[in-house]
């Protein structure tokens, strides 16, 4: 009786993925096996040209563990010291840190553009402030600006920007829900508070850092405006690449689809390996 | 009884926000339903491109004439193509060698140039175009040059040839503009070739000089539309880009130049054209007529700094400009703006490309970006 219930509740879900997601998907599938027309068909080509674009893929990849892991150094700890912190600075950090998600996207990242470009206001207040003339001094040099604006590390900063609060809240809400007669009791047993965190707080918040990490890592490495913005177009990723195969200079969302389709492959096998590793770990630690 | 209104509200905010979302992303599909021909409400979806017309026109052409317009903007001429397929637009305003491919594969409608009389008015050298030879499909809505947009501070001496899109001595300070039939074409006029070439060889050098500056760190960055604000705080010296937009950025930075270089440029035609499958013909051709009237015309001049084809528009844009700026117009920008046909004999068009070329060109692009 329970059971038939909650499947009749769960139908407009099944329905929205049906619709949403699955079909979707079958779809990339299909075009990644179809020709270009006009010759149509059943085809593999699609994929034999995957070898060529490896470098992106590694680029990528590369670019979205460097984000995620900035994102986790930086979010655990505040969602650490957030957690411990009583109810009401909670709501002023957790409104600070979703307040900058009221906005578009796009328009946050034209205004890191504006900071940071040759002339934007970072390098006009280094200026100002006569950093340029010191360091020429000293080393001899001859700088008149950094160059921040289309370097790959304008693109981690792009996506660290956007992305952290998805590291900070689930941390923060497993951290939240840790049960203190848990940490009592591994101070009684005589552990210091280093200790405890090791030993007990960081084992018990990983489900939170895994969600953390996927939520970071996934977004990141199919990431298309960021990497254009930051990029200057020199940095061209993943979802770039896919843009340009139906919406840019080059109309062929067969390939498309076919990148489309390995990049999801590959996520989800990081994923799997991941949750495996946490697994893992968790069961260790609780033994 | 408090948290009942509650959820009422909740529950009617979403929905009406679920279904604005829905009717703003899509005006074309809402459209194809309502109204087919005389019975219920009249209405014309427009697809152009951002910026690209006085926004009062719009509301204008309703009350003139009671069609509703639905106006969406696209990207680029691919981005449009690519568009096509799902969305139900009546008008669009393609690029020449879009126009053509749009031609070759049936999906224009042929115009009644009875129901356009301001056709007329068109200026001749406008008519007849290569892209549509007989002047079956197009009402041509704004031209111009594509050319190099200096910052006369930032380089040594004036640019005058395109040689400056590849020379390290600015590294770091060149914005490429970033699409294929651009970007290539640029490096086909350095070279001295055609920019309608299918030789593969000569391709294959244009993508090399391309290459070779992106690898020797000549290119700041690959912008579209980002080039405004790059260009008008000196964030780049040099950039590639249309004549029209140099006009507005120079209202920002009066620094920048603009030269059409001396191995000749491309000119474009940007024309409107009606969809083969539009349930709106009529609305369609009132609309294209509305936009050819000398005295929207003359607006759209000056609200997007693009010389309009219309003659008659073209003649007393200065007069106008006097009028209601209080100043004359300098001529020489309107010069750049609206530039002489001995100029447009040193250019040349960009044609539709055969499907092999086309796809070259897809594969040398995205292997210019990786």
Redo the contacts between chains.
Sequence with gaps: MKKNKLSLFSIPYVIWMALFVVAPIIMVVIYAFTA?P?DGGFTLDNFARMG??A??FARSFKLALIATLVCLLIGYPVAYFMAKEGPSFQRVAMMIIMLPMWMNFLLRTYSW??IL????FLNQFFSAIGLFNLINSIFGTDITYF?M??TSGAVVLGMVYNYLPFMILPIYSVIIKLDHSLLEAARDLGANSAAVFRRVIFPLSLPGILSGVTMVFVPSVSTFAISR?M????Q?MLG??IE??????????YLGSAIALVMMIIVVICMYVMNRFGEGEEEAMLL | MKKMTAFALATSLTLGLLLSGCAMDDPASSGSQSSNGGSGKREVNVCSWGEYIDEDLIGEFEEATGIKVNYTTAESNEALYAKLAGANYDVIVPSDYMISQLIEEDKLAELNYDNIPNFSKIDDRFKNLSYDPENKYTVPYTWGTLGIIYNSTMVDEPITSWDAMFDTKYAGNVLMINNSRDALGIALMDLGYSVNTDNKDELQQAYDLLSKAKFNGVYQGFVMDEVFQKMEQSNAAIAAYYAGDYLTMLENNPDLKYAVPEEGSNWFVDAMCVLKDSQHKEEAEEWINFMCSTDACLRNMDAIWYASPNTEALEKYPEYYEETYGEPLDPELYAIMAPDQSVLDNCEAYLVRPMETRNLYSDLWTQLGI
Excluded: C
């Design positions: 270009a006009p060529s674009y470098v992106v553009m504006a470009e040759k002339n934007g160059k604006i289309g913005m990029g200057g177009g020199t061209m770039d690449l340009l195969q139906f919406l840019g200079g080059a109309y062929n969302p």
